[in-house]
């Protein structure tokens, strides 16, 4: 099945700055990668996703990147704001078998005021 | 997107007895799945809810441990059974829309067992 590493597994950023979190995937059929945020005690919220006919995709201040052919994605979010802090998830839903999304391992952002 | 529900919110139980979880959404969809996620770590997949038909489990999963039910396209549940310590998590609710691509997640299930 599909394997989707994450890294960093923390990060910590000043409010302001840029953050970017990368995620690998070992499954070439492979074509959805969302992204999720949660924030504490609360459910995983779709923030991004990007599909595999498509290098990039912007939404505001957060965009998402996809290299087919080195099989990783990252997510960058610009201008930080305290309220970007949180665990982000990435996935990857294959297009062969069940269709189903596998997680990374997630990553804490912590963005200082 | 759609709205979900999940009942209970929490619960804390006692070893050894059965918790059952409802998923309610408010529109038809075309799938919905169950995941667990333990304390600090990622989402795990235990099933896909079937409508109709039994669910499909994910490899350390059983449906003796984990059954499932699917009567229609809003309304799911999951059952865990004969509970322990190890069982405490929180559980997901997810339903996918749009074609099957954007999946959206409950507000969760937060079970404690004694």
């Known amino acids: 099945g599909e394997n989707v590493e994450q890294h960093p597994s923390t990060l910590s950023v000043q409010e302001g700055d840029s953050a970017v979190i990368k995620c690998t995937y070992s499954?070439?059929?492979?074509?959805?990668f969302p992204w999720y945020k949660q924030e504490l005690g609360k459910r995983p919220q779709l923030i991004i996703d990007i599909r595999s006919n498509v290098g990039e995709k912007k939404d505001q201040r957060i965009a998402v990147t996809l290299n087919k052919t080195a099989k990783h994605f990252s997510l960058h979010i610009t201008e930080t704001q305290p309220e970007d802090s949180a665990v982000y998830f990435c996935?990857?839903?294959?297009?062969?078998?069940?269709?189903?999304?596998?997680f990374g391992t997630g990553t804490r952002l912590t963005v200082i005021p | 997107s759609a709205v979900i529900s999940q009942k209970p919110s929490r619960d804390i139980c006692q070893r050894g007895t059965s918790l059952t979880i409802q998923c309610q959404v408010d529109s038809q969809v075309t799938m919905m799945f169950w995941y667990r996620q333990q304390p600090g770590q990622s989402l795990t997949l235990i099933a896909t809810?079937?409508?109709?038909?039994?669910?499909?489990?994910e490899s350390g999963f059983v449906i003796d441990k984990f059954p499932i039910s699917r009567p229609n396209l809003t309304f799911s549940t999951l059952t865990v059974s004969n509970m322990s310590p190890e069982d405490s998590s929180i559980y997901l609710c997810?339903?996918?829309?749009?074609?099957?691509?954007?999946?959206?997640f409950g507000p969760g299930t937060r079970l404690t067992v004694l």
């Open positions: 499954d070439s059929a492979s074509n959805y």
């Open positions: 997810s339903v996918a829309v749009s074609g099957g691509l954007e999946q959206f």
């Open positions: 996935a990857a839903r294959t297009a062969t078998g069940a269709n189903n999304l596998f």
């Open positions: 809810a079937n409508q109709g038909s039994e669910a499909t489990y």
